[in-house]
T-cell receptor
Framework: GQQVQQSPASLVLQEGENAELQCNFS?????MQWFYQRPGGSLVSLFY???GTKHSGRLTSTTVIKERRSSLHISSSQTTDSGTYLC??????????FGKGTHLHVLP | AQTIHQWPVAEIKAVGSPLSLGCTIK??????LYWYWQATGGTLQQLFY??????VESVVQLNLSASRPKDDQFILSTEKLLLSHSGFYLC????????FGPGTRLTVL
């Protein structure tokens, strides 16, 4: 089965609402990283978060290793937050598994 | 600061033709290097990684090969392209977190 599962697959919000994106994993975690994928395909790193909670502006990432989950919280969403969010799990020093992504659409 | 350069930016190639994609990392000594591929609408998949010059490990078999001829260079290639090779190719280096290049868009016709 899939070792990394992202949910929801897609999400539609009204501007100003909050979003909670999840990444659940069934294999051992070395580290976790969250990305925003631009429409052209390039990646923007949002968080490197192997454990605990990190904040950056309106974004918060929380990784709980023993519960095998990581989350990305977006507060007070804006239309510019629309796009695809990916989590990437590093299982050992060199193997990396990406989730399928969450497609977020924020309506004005 | 480290920079990652990928070339070409985009390619349109015929089925059966050869391919070479390149990646160069500047400002980082002996980086761990990675190749990824994403089909249109698909999931990013790790293809190869390399931890030193001349050594490359395959993660997913897609009838592609990779080489690391220099410390700062990673090459992805094949002698015969398939339609299924179309997609977006990303190169990355990793210390603790991963740093990605801008990518190459490949269309095989």
């Amino acid at each position: 089965g899939q070792q990394v599962q992202q949910s929801p697959a897609s999400l539609v919000l009204q501007e100003g609402e909050n979003a909670e994106l999840q990444c659940n994993f069934s294999t051992s975690l070395n580290s976790m990283q969250w990305f925003y994928q631009r429409p052209g395909g390039s990646l923007v790193s949002l968080f490197y978060n192997p454990s605990g909670t990190k904040h950056s502006g309106r974004l918060t990432s929380t990784t709980v290793i023993k519960e095998r989950r990581s989350s990305l919280h977006i507060s007070s969403s804006q239309t510019t937050d629309s796009g695809t969010y990916l989590c990437a799990l590093v299982t050992n020093a060199y193997k990396v598994i990406f989730g399928k992504g969450t497609h977020l659409h924020v309506l004005p | 600061a480290q920079t990652i350069h990928q070339w070409p930016v985009a390619e349109i190639k015929a089925v059966g033709s050869p391919l070479s994609l390149g990646c160069t990392i500047k400002g980082k000594s002996s980086p761990n290097l990675y190749w990824y591929w994403q089909a249109t609408g698909g999931t990013l998949q790790q293809l190869f990684y390399s931890i030193t010059v001349g050594q490359v490990e395959s993660v997913v078999q897609l009838n592609l090969s990779a080489s690391r001829p220099k410390d700062d260079q990673f090459i992805l290639s094949t002698e015969k392209l398939l339609l299924s090779h179309s997609g977006f190719y990303l190169c990355a280096w990793r210390g603790y977190e991963q740093y990605f290049g801008p990518g190459t868009r490949l269309t095989v016709l």
